[in-house]
């Protein structure tokens, strides 16, 4: 999806006979460079580790709007952890009734989530159990765009016009150049204002 309308070129300093093209070129290349498939609302699955003391997941897209469903692994000796103490005696419990390695579903209503930072946390379950590992289906993505967004979006199409090699036809402009001149199109003033919206754990 192009992250401007045209009715908002001139408001963004881009003429008002702007080809189409060149904002779906200029919103592609934000969203390769965000390393996601879009900035706006959409679901995504993650299958992630879980540190087994402090039990708590950053999911890797933002803002995050809600965790829909959450299968969790419980956690196995001989992960890395220290296993001394009441961690032993845990493990050595689960051992018994054979549950390290299995997976169950999470109640997502059960887990502490905080919206701001993207996180989530495992709450203690009635046998002290960990989990080692997570597949998690949220909700993440913006509603509006981002004014920072449509900002850096009209920039990078600026950026592209006035770039010897890309002063073609829109309907001509080829993947390949795009990408060769990428480096002069998202230039440091756009990677600022996209800075906030790069996935977190990717790459």
């Known amino acids: 999806m192009g992250y401007l309308l045209p009715a908002d070129y001139v408001a963004y300093g881009l003429s008002a006979e702007t080809a189409d093209a060149w904002v779906t070129t200029a919103s592609a290349m934000i969203e390769a460079y965000c390393r996601r498939p879009s900035l706006m609302s959409a679901s995504y699955t993650e299958r992630m580790k879980v540190p087994i003391k402090v039990q708590t997941v950053r999911l890797s897209y933002g803002p ?6 959450v299968q969790a692994q419980y956690a196995r000796p001989g992960f890395g952890e220290d296993f001394s103490g009441d961690f032993a005696f845990q493990t050595g419990f689960a051992a018994t009734f054979a549950l ?10 059960t887990l502490f989530v905080s919206v701001p930072t993207g996180e989530f946390r495992f709450v203690w379950n009635v046998m002290g159990m960990r989990y080692s590992e997570a597949e998690v289906t949220y909700t993440a993505g913006f509603t509006v765009v981002p004014n920072a967004v449509q900002v850096a979006c009209a920039q990078i199409v600026r950026n592209a016009q006035t770039t ?5 036809k829109s309907s001509k402009m080829d993947t390949l150049q795009i990408q060769y001149f990428s480096d002069s199109l998202i230039d440091s003033q756009v ?9 977190e754990r990717l790459g």
């Not at 390290?100 to 209503?109: E, I, L, N, R, S």
């Not at 990677?191 to 996935?199: F, G, H, I, T």
């Open 100 to 109: 390290p390695g299995q997976w169950v579903a999470v109640d997502p209503t």
């Open 191 to 199: 990677q600022a204002l996209l800075r906030p919206y790069v996935a």
């Open 164 to 168: 010897p090699g890309l002063n073609v």
């Open 64 to 69: 995050l709007i809600s965790v829909d469903a």
